[in-house]
């Protein structure tokens, strides 16, 4: 299929809550579509903790249980907590209402698959074409709704597993972005040796109306500040839903997935695991990441923006870890979708394997400058003229023939991205500002 999706992003459904794409009518419609296209019967929902999540919630179970599923309730859950649900109930698929790492008046649905991961775009086109046809259901179609708030629990603890108890460093700091992390990462550090080791929580209050506000991956300041001003060994801050992660070292500077894959790629050479001598990236990776894997025996493939296009990489060519630049990573043999829990664990773990040194790992990484610009889209991203942008794009690549350029619309949010990268900071910055000034009237 080559047409458009008129709902789906990137990262499912997104919109204001109560507005546009995101309302309660939407919701349960996009509930009654999904069982019909999944033709399953168990479905998992979970929610991050924004105040629109509980309405959304009971539209989207409504639309489900009218078409006869059985719909299991985990309530606050980051979203790859999903994912293990629905592999532990041996469910037919799932839900999460989330938006991520956007503010707290935005929300979003994205749908799982039995296998746990998110459904591909032709998969997310089938929905919106079920969506506009009539419906069998009556009254011997209802379907069963229950609560199972220990999922979350049980999800904790298959992460506190992941944990090497030698791998555990005095001195971490989580900040949960006050979002869904903050109810797991309370269980995470009771059931390991983190409880002994000085573990510090911070932006775990989930009122709702907070989320990822002046904090997490999207707010790093927070975590570095906090990290500096503590003297802590290293800080985790996870976004919305908890499926990224970026840390901070002693140093209050920002270790981001690039620097993370390059650990992981290593330690997962070093282990010989599964696909461990390729390795998935998105477009917008340094390509700095391609040079230190190359030394380590690893090929390097790039995908678009995306952590569902970085795992269908992964399935084609049977790499064994992949992620993106802003903290997705999915590391095959321990998850099918990104997340951060889990990513954290297992940073940990290789670095302790490898005898790394957390706090000189920004310097030896060496990233070629970089820069991106967003421009705030005044027209829908189908009325954008790429053709004409990417001939101004080949007009100035002539100019940085040892870097890229790289130019693309958010699909969760109305921007248009430039990527400029280049061996001279005064380079990327002069291209930076020129294509920004060239591409405002595309805008």
Not at 51 to 76: F, K, P, Q, T
């Amino acid at each position: 299929m080559n047409r458009e999706r008129k709902l789906f992003g990137t990262d499912g459904v997104r919109d204001i809550a109560n507005e546009g794409n995101m309302t309660s009518e939407i919701a349960l419609k996009l509930g009654s579509a999904f069982i019909r296209f999944n033709q399953g019967k168990r479905i998992v929902i979970g929610r991050d903790t924004r105040y629109s999540g509980r309405m959304l919630e009971g539209a989207l179970y409504s639309g489900m249980s009218s078409e006869g599923a059985e719909v299991i309730l985990a309530g606050i859950i980051p979203t790859p907590g999903i994912s293990f649900a629905i592999k532990h109930m041996n469910a037919d698929g799932g839900a999460v209402i989330s938006a991520s790492h956007n503010p707290p008046e935005y929300n979003g649905i994205k749908f799982l698959g039995s296998d746990g991961c998110k459904l591909s775009d032709d998969e997310e086109l089938s929905i919106e074409d079920i969506m506009n046809e009539s419906s069998d259901r009556n009254a011997h179609t209802i379907g069963n709704v229950k609560d199972m708030p220990e999922l979350v629990e049980l999800y904790a603890n298959h992460i506190a597993e992941l944990l090497n108890t030698d791998a555990v460093i005095n001195d971490v700091v989580f900040d949960c972005a006050n979002g869904a992390s903050a109810v797991t990462v309370p269980i995470l550090i009771r059931n390991t040796v983190f409880n002994t080791h000085n573990a510090h929580i911070i932006s775990n209050d989930i009122h709702g109306r907070n989320i990822n506000t002046s904090a997490g991956v999207m707010h790093m300041k927070n975590l570095t500040d906090y990290v500096k001003s503590n003297e802590l060994s290293l800080g985790f801050a996870f976004d919305g839903d908890a499926d990224r992660v970026l840390i901070s070292d002693r140093h209050g500077r920002i270790i981001d997935g690039d620097i993370i894959l390059w650990v992981l790629g290593r330690w997962y050479a070093k282990n010989k695991f599964s696909g461990y001598d390729k390795a998935v990236v998105t477009v917008m990776s340094n390509m700095a990441l391609e040079t230190h894997l190359a030394h380590e025996g690893i090929e390097t493939l790039r995908c678009p923006v995306g952590d569902r296009y970085v795992l269908e990489k992964m399935r084609e060519s049977g790499a064994g870890i992949g992620g993106e630049q802003s903290g997705h990573i999915i590391a095959r043999g321990f998850t099918g979708t990104g997340d951060g829990l889990c990513t954290a664990m297992l940073f940990l773990n290789a670095i302790h394997d490898l005898g790394e040194d957390i706090s000189t790992l920004i310097d030896r990484f060496g990233r070629y400058p970089q820069k991106l610009t967003n421009l705030k889209l005044k027209r829908p991203r189908a009325d954008i003229d790429m053709n004409a942008i990417d001939e101004i794009v080949k007009e100035y690549e002539r100019k940085v023939p040892n870097g890229r350029i790289f130019i693309r619309t958010s699909g969760t949010e109305p921007l248009l991205r430039i990527l400029v990268e280049a061996p001279e900071i005064g380079l990327v910055e002069e291209l930076s500002c020129i294509l920004s000034s060239r591409l405002e009237e595309y805008c």
